[in-house]
């Protein structure tokens, strides 16, 4: 257990369904992200929040929508996906963001497939 | 040229042995480093941090880093099959560099331990 968790751990949606993904860190840190996994592919960053601000999108089509309430929850809204979209999505959370020592810990993740 | 670079394997030692795995990187200015191993199904878990030129030793792993040659390697001494994953390397730019402190990550190197 790394202190991120993350809900659902499996999702299987229609490309017509409006999903969200859910991250919650328990380690008080500052910064978190939402990366996409998919097979054969490095991790890709996604989004990046510090103290609950947006700082990096990385041409993210807009059929992803984060949400950043507080300095501990992270959702990702889907809405209208297609069956590229399916993928591991990945949580993580850092004690700041530019730190330069700074670790990235990881939540399970959540297994997405868009049928 | 990709920014950080792994030979995706898989690479095949016999237990026992030691597991060498390597990874080079393309930003000059990168100031942190990091090795993640991630078993099929799971969410990458923090091996090691590395931060200057030199090793790095924790137990059974040491981490080496030349900065000069932009290299960065893993070794894994007494392999065991428990050690059969996929280890991701990691690098992070210096704050201010355009990299915002982003991760960037290998496609990740499969190591297999044969009993």
Redesign the interface.
């Known amino acids: 257990e790394?202190g991120v968790t993350q809900t659902p751990r499996h999702l299987v949606m229609g490309m017509t369904n409006k999903k969200s993904l859910k991250c919650e860190q328990h380690l008080g840190h500052n910064a978190m992200?939402w990366y996409k996994q998919s097979a054969?592919?490095?991790?890709e960053?996604m989004f990046?929040y510090s103290l609950e601000e947006r700082?990096?999108n990385n041409s993210v089509p807009s059929r992803f929508s984060p949400e950043c309430p507080n300095s501990s929850h992270l959702f990702l809204h889907l809405h209208t996906l297609q069956p590229e979209d399916s993928a591991?999505y990945?949580c993580a959370s850092s004690q700041q963001?530019?730190?330069?020592?700074?670790?990235?810990?990881?939540?399970?993740?959540t297994?997405l497939t868009v049928l | 040229q990709k920014e950080v670079e792994q030979n995706s394997g898989p690479l095949s030692v016999p237990e026992g042995a030691i597991a060498s795995l390597n990874c080079t990187y393309s930003d000059r200015v990168s100031q942190s480093f990091f090795w993640y191993r991630q078993y099929s199904g799971k969410s990458p878990e923090l091996i090691m941090s590395i931060y200057s030129n030199g090793d790095k030793e924790d137990g059974r792993f040491t981490a080496q880093l030349n900065k000069a040659s932009q290299y960065v390697s893993l070794l894994i001494r007494d392999s065991q099959p428990s050690d059969s994953a996929t280890y991701l390397c990691a690098v992070k730019g210096a704050h201010g560099s355009g990299n915002t402190g982003k991760l960037i990550f290998g496609q990740g190197t499969t190591l297999q331990v044969k009993p």
């Open positions: 790394t992200y054969k592919k490095p991790l960053l990046v700082v990096e591991l990945l963001l530019a730190g330069g020592s700074d670790t990235q810990y990881f939540g399970p993740g297994r």
